[in-house]
């Protein structure tokens, strides 16, 4: 149940777009990834207006039917590090993604008004909305994070970093702030503080800046899937008070590699200023400023393109076989080749018995089951009998 100050402001919100609630709501291709659930909606009976009271008993459960999908979605560490911008992007704007509801049950008593509701919301959306803000949701594979980053603070002889000669002892202060930022978003870390030997870090020894290529490598080493590859630097500044206090910039230049290609898919260049009257100190503020503030920004982008990619291909196994099969499996591949959304596929496997393809497919296996269901077959049927997350396994009946 969402506490009292959500359930105000979802019902202040649901009130101004409930007579919209069945109309046509423009969605994404997320939207397809629906939730339907059964909530318990209460309201006081006020002054005996019980047409009232049953009507902000269904907004309660609306909006505990959205906080529920949240909750689903996010862990509690999750929701606690992020629920401002959790309240104002998902709570907020509920005609986003609430596409039906349904009153099953109602009764009242002398104080209280209680409706039992079917609400369906497009989980899918509610995700998309989420990673807008850097959220990784869902049961999705999170991805892991690496950060390659090479700091000088003030009074440092020279740039310090964990893979080379001049080791750092610890993370980095930018590191040290990303790594707080994409924790409390959901994305796995990368450790590097056991450090380790290869001939990759061993011809980067003395190379405090890798390019893309070899970021990506270090990547790979650590099974990491996005690496963040940058430098952070902190100086002192012109501005003073008084005779002992200073101003100080710390900067951060950062860009986010895929492991797998070594593509960049983010960037960000960020300076944070702070004042100390300790040069060291002040140093190491300014450089976990920069480190909070492009951590933010670079969690969104990653979060969004992670989402996407989620979103755009998904990788099926497709096993064909029945009583002679091969006499119309070329037929079957033409017909699969033509659905609508699927971008590549091939033969992995071809026997007597069966044949296995690898097809990517923009959407889930259930549509794409439901796709090929509805296409007409020349000189022979389908019958799908077995669909899970990643296989889909077919019988081709001849007639």
């Known amino acids: 149940m969402i506490k009292n100050g959500h359930t105000t402001k979802i019902i202040t919100a649901f009130l101004i777009i409930l007579a919209f609630v069945f109309s046509t709501i423009a ?35 609306l909006a505990s039917a959205i906080d529920q999908v949240v909750s689903d979605l996010l862990p509690v560490d999750a929701r606690i590090n992020n629920f401002q911008a959790i309240d104002m992007v998902i709570y907020e704007n509920p005609k986003e993604y609430i596409t039906d509801y349904k009153v099953l049950a109602e009764f009242a008593d002398e104080k209280r008004y209680k409706v039992l509701v079917s609400t369906t919301i497009s989980t899918g959306i509610v995700d998309k909305k989420l990673s807008y803000i850097g959220i990784v949701a869902g049961n999705k594979d999170v991805p892991k994070i690496l950060f390659v980053i090479t700091e000088q603070n003030i009074g440092d002889i020279g740039p310090g970093y964990w893979w080379g000669n001049n080791r750092l002892t610890d993370k980095s202060f930018a590191e040290a702030a990303l790594s707080e930022v994409f924790k409390s978003k959901g994305f796995r870390i990368a450790d590097h503080s056991a450090g380790f030997s290869s001939v990759l870090t061993d011809a980067l020894a003395d190379q405090p800046y890798p390019d893309n290529m070899e970021a990506a490598e270090l990547g790979k080493l650590l099974s990491a899937d996005v690496v963040i590859v940058g430098i952070s630097s902190a100086q002192r500044a012109s501005n003073t008070l008084g005779t002992d206090t200073y101003s100080y910039n710390g900067t951060l ?45 670079l969690a969104s982008k990653i979060a969004a393109d992670w989402v996407q990619k989620e979103n755009l291909l998904t990788t099926l196994e497709i096993t064909v076989g029945g009583n002679r099969y091969l006499a119309n499996f070329e037929k079957f591949r033409r017909v699969l080749n033509s659905v609508t959304d699927v971008a590549e596929s091939q033969v992995e496997k071809l026997r007597a018995d ?45 007639e």
Do not use: H
Request: glycine share 8%.
């Open 27 to 61: 969605l994404s291709d997320a939207a397809s990834e629906i939730q339907t659930i059964e909530v318990i909606g209460t309201a006081p009976i006020k002054n005996g207006d019980v047409t009232a009271a049953r009507e902000y008993a269904i907004l309660n459960g």
């Open 354 to 398: 069966e044949a296995i393809l690898v097809v990517k497919f923009k959407g889930k296996a259930q549509k794409f089951a439901e796709a090929l269901m509805s296409e007409t077959y020349d000189a022979f049927s389908i019958n799908i009998y077995e669909v899970t997350a990643d296989t889909i396994r077919i019988e081709l009946i001849t």
């Open 253 to 297: 230049s950062v860009r986010a590699i895929r492991a797998d290609s070594g593509k960049e898919i983010a960037s960000a260049n960020k300076t944070f200023v702070t004042v100390s009257d300790d040069d060291t100190a002040g140093g190491e503020t300014a450089l976990s400023g920069a480190g909070k503030i492009a951590g933010e920004l």
